[in-house]
């Protein structure tokens, strides 16, 4: 029966970190589910910022291209033209086929100048592609156009701009058919490529980049992250443990047994340490109190008796 007490004690001393440990345990909960949602988040929107800048990078290189044909290729294949007809003029096909060069090593990433009405056969838009230049005709203002799209197993990131006819001598080719060099004609006929007007949007430039890597680099950062969490979160509750029981449990339940002894009329043969100004010193301040006074209290008793 005498140990009873010391159960007693102890287990306060337990359930006092139980409460602790579960406090601390659901506080981490709330803040991990926000947190790892919001880093989640974050991870997905880098990742399309990658995936962006790695589209506007191709873009901006066939625009060079494009710029470069005109500048420096054109002008000298031009008197050429009567004789036979040399894509290698046309901006968009220097374009095209400098990226499809690219392709060979890279073939998930892709350029295309989609046309609702080309020229040639293989520059017809898509109807994913058509919906895009659509877009661009409803709205003259909208200047790039981007998201996300399932092709078979792959995960692409697309990002397209208007192919808008800003340039008269474009309309020597496409707009109409008796005005065209007789070699272009000659080679992809009268059908397609021709009735489109300055200022008209025909068509979109569309780079398409693979989503996949970026999406599980983005995975392996917030698993990273995750288990980080995880990690510091246990190592501070070990802490945390550590310095409850050393300042509190320890002190606590030195105090609560020195208590019931007294109870018990054992009065013990030295006081409790008193250092610090905490609530914990108070406290020992306060028992050794308690305990001069209770010895003072029996002393006066028996010189009374």
């Known amino acids: 029966m005498q140990q009873w007490p010391t159960v007693v004690i102890t287990g306060a001393a337990m359930r006092l970190r139980a409460k602790f440990n579960l406090t601390l ?32 990078l191709i873009m901006e290189a066939a625009l ?6 005109v500048a420096h290729t054109k002008p000298h294949l031009d008197p050429m033209l009567p004789q036979k ?12 086929e400098t990226i499809e060069l690219l392709r060979k090593k890279y ?10 009405n080309p020229t040639n056969p293989r520059d017809r838009a898509l109807p994913w592609e058509a919906d895009l230049v659509a877009r661009f005709r409803s ?20 990002v397209a701009r208007p192919i808008k006819i800003s340039n008269a001598q474009c309309l020597v080719c496409h707009s109409d058919p008796a005005i065209a060099p007789a070699t272009m004609i ?7 490529g021709f009735g489109w007007k300055f200022n008209e949007i025909v068509g979109a430039q569309v780079v398409t980049v693979p989503m996949d890597v970026p999406l599980l680099q983005a995975r392996q950062a917030f698993n990273t992250f995750a288990l980080t969490m995880g990690g510091l979160f246990v190592a501070v509750l070990a802490t945390l443990n550590l310095m409850l029981d050393r300042l509190i ?10 208590t019931n002894d007294l109870s018990l009329g ?12 905490d609530e914990v010193a108070d406290l020992r301040r306060a028992f050794n109190r308690m305990r001069r006074s209770m010895i003072a209290a029996i002393a006066l008793a028996k010189r009374a008796r």
């Open 64 to 69: 060079a291209i494009r710029a470069y044909t």
């Open 249 to 258: 449990v320890r002190p606590l339940a030195q105090v609560a047994r020195a």
């Open 266 to 277: 054992k009065l013990g043969e030295t006081e409790m340490e008193e250092r610090g100004n």
């Open 139 to 158: 709205d003259a203002g909208t200047a790039e156009l981007y998201g996300e799209r399932q092709d078979r197993d792959a995960r692409l990131w697309y």
């Open 107 to 116: 073939p998930n990433y892709s350029y295309r100048e989609a046309v609702l």
């Open 186 to 192: 000659a080679t992809y006929g009268s059908a397609g």
């Open 25 to 56: 345990i659901a506080i981490f909960a709330v803040a991990a589910v926000a947190a790892l949602y919001l880093a989640r988040a974050q991870f997905e929107r880098d990742a399309r910022e990658d995936v962006t800048r790695q589209a506007g």
């Open 85 to 96: 007809w040399l894509p290698q003029t046309v901006p968009a096909f220097a374009a095209t």
